[in-house]
């Protein structure tokens, strides 16, 4: 079986993504394990490949995306919020592209471990017709596949879980380290509007070290980087800036460097999701749905940004330990099994 891996995010540098991949890439070595996989991605191609070298990567072209869509025998979208156009139009105009290039070559889309942020952005009628070719779709959480069944023309979705659960359940990342507080501050072209106070309330945590964990390497407006460039000197000095992603090195090797902490306050969904797995005091700031979504999923606190420092202080004196998913990472799994049974068919 081929499988065309038709989003093309990876390799942006956000380890999320990384985490989500390395999840598949280890539940269809059980469930297919000769399965070939092809990705065209327009960033660097040489450390995908050195990272993921399951993965066939391949230039974002036309020439060479028409290939891709005749040769393969599914296509699969496969994690994040693809649907999603409040910040931009870039991720459904793809999408737009590939549903055509699919329906030409007549060859099947499914979407595996997606989210869907707002029941909003399923009223455009372009998702509408993207979601409508769906031969199957199973998404992140509950909430997700909800928002999907309720379409006017759904297609047959099925609630699961973040595939980040099953890398994670084989590679654990660093045990939550005693005394340190991690901070993962990301409001997606926006600013923490009680950043002042937040800062203040965290820095009178009992705790022995502060950590400003950068998930995205890049230098984004509103991320992990550009936010603590902005800090004062003396913020600086405090928060030690941590950006573990070194491009093409293998994922356990940069998870070593991921610093879990006693204490996680995240604005980042999969760095929850390592939190967890780390054995972390987790509290979520609440900039959009998935955030939500996931505070639920782990029970953990979820803090309005514009929210006082002494609730958030509060949260955090009040955080525990939350148990390590394990069931979430079955589902996923048995997801994975699902999509290739289904996939089958079109071999």
Not at 157 to 178: C, E, N, Q, S
Not at 307 to 316: D, F, N, P, Y
Request: proline letters at 4%; one cysteine or more.
């Amino acid at each position: 079986m081929r499988i065309h891996l038709g989003h093309h995010f990876y390799g942006a540098g956000n380890l999320g993504d990384d985490f989500m991949l390395a999840g598949f890439l280890a539940a269809l070595r059980v469930s297919a394990p000769v399965a070939r996989l092809t990705c065209c991605v327009p960033f660097a191609r040489e450390p995908l490949a050195r990272r993921f070298p399951e993965i066939e990567w391949l230039a974002y072209d036309e020439t060479t995306r028409t290939r891709a869509w005749e040769e393969c025998d599914v296509w699969l979208g496969l994690g994040g919020s693809p649907f999603q156009s409040a910040q931009s139009r870039w991720f459904v105009d793809h999408l737009v592209e590939e549903a055509a290039g699919c329906e030409r070559h007549e060859r099947p889309m499914f979407f595996l471990g997606v989210g869907v942020q707002t029941a909003t952005e399923l009223e455009n009628r372009e998702v509408q017709r993207v979601c409508g070719k769906a031969a199957g779709i199973w998404t992140r959480d509950e909430a997700s596949a909800e928002r999907i069944g309720a379409m006017a023309a759904a297609p047959p979705v099925v609630a699961a879980a973040d595939l980040a659960h099953i890398y994670f359940r084989g590679t654990r990342p660093p045990a939550a380290a005693k005394g340190r507080l991690t901070l993962v501050a990301n409001f997606d072209y926006g600013s923490w509007e009680s950043q002042g106070a937040g800062l203040r309330a965290l820095e009178g945590v009992a705790a022995t070290e502060w950590v400003w964990l950068a998930q995205e390497a890049r230098e984004l407006a509103g991320a992990e980087r550009a936010l603590w460039g902005g800090l004062s000197v003396a913020e600086q000095k405090r928060w030690r800036l941590v950006v573990p992603e070194r491009a093409g090195e293998a994922l356990p090797e940069v998870m070593a460097g991921w610093p879990s902490g006693e204490w996680l306050v995240t604005a980042r969904y999969h760095a929850a999701i390592a939190g967890a797995w780390a054995g972390s005091k987790i509290v979520i700031l609440a900039t959009n749905e998935k955030l939500r979504g996931i505070a639920e999923e782990l029970g953990v606190a979820l803090i309005d940004l514009k929210a006082e420092g002494r609730s958030l202080a509060a949260a955090v004196a009040a955080a525990e330990v939350v148990g390590k998913p394990q069931a979430r990472a079955e589902v996923a799994q048995a997801a994975v099994a699902a999509f290739v049974q289904a996939s089958g068919r079109y071999v």
